[in-house]
């Protein structure tokens, strides 16, 4: 038992003396945005599950370790309302999938810039049950309290992924293929 809890406390120095840490979503703005052949739309995310594994040193961040984000697909929501909200859930199965998943596979580029970081990552997205590799581009900012915010934009083919395009009215509404992801989320340690 005492040599258990001194292995625990020794893990516990060595991720501190090195600045790794678990993070989690303190605050975040999603939207979802695309065309159809009458007009463009929009939908918010309104909840997402994260946790990180980031390394910092100096203050400066030094790696990103793990990334994991879900986002249950029915608290994504239209301004278009219960229509369009219903199309949404419907073109990504969301009673077989109920959640959209990411997860980092490595960091291809971490680079400190005055306003931030460039970070170009590479990761596993996983909709309505097909995976595809996703690359995206990242800017990440660490604020004087600790927290770091990526922000940036990803544009994704609901083909890719298996979907078919949602139409409405008789199909004389049609959605566009592409998908523009828009994010800032905020992470700050557990």
């Known amino acids: 038992m005492k040599k ?29 945005k695309g065309t159809s052949n009458l007009h463009a739309w929009e939908s918010k995310v309104n909840e997402i599950r994260t946790n990180a594994t980031l390394t910092f040193s100096g203050g400066a ?3 990103i370790s793990a990334l994991t984000v879900e986002i249950p697909v029915k608290t994504i929501k239209s301004a278009k309302g219960k229509t369009m909200d219903n199309k949404t859930y419907e073109a990504l199965n969301a009673d077989a ?3 959209i998943q990411y997860k980092l596979d490595r960091v291809s580029g971490l680079t400190q810039q005055s306003a931030g970081y460039d970070i170009n990552a590479v990761g ?27 922000s940036g934009t990803t544009k994704l083919k609901m083909t890719d992924f298996n979907i078919k395009p949602p139409t409405a009215l008789m199909g004389t509404l049609t959605t566009g293929n592409e998908v523009e992801v828009v994010y800032q989320v905020t992470l700050k340690p557990n």
């Not at 596993?124 to 004087?144: D, F, H, Q, R, W």
């Open 4 to 32: 258990h809890w001194f292995t625990a406390l020794l893990i516990c120095t060595v991720s501190v003396a090195y600045g790794q840490a678990g993070y989690k979503a303190t605050a975040y703005n999603m939207v979802l």
């Open 61 to 63: 961040l030094k790696s």
């Open 97 to 99: 999938y109920p959640n």
């Open 124 to 150: 596993n997205l996983t909709i309505a049950g097909t995976t595809k590799k996703v690359e995206m581009y990242v800017k990440g900012k660490v604020s004087p309290d600790g927290a770091i915010t990526f």
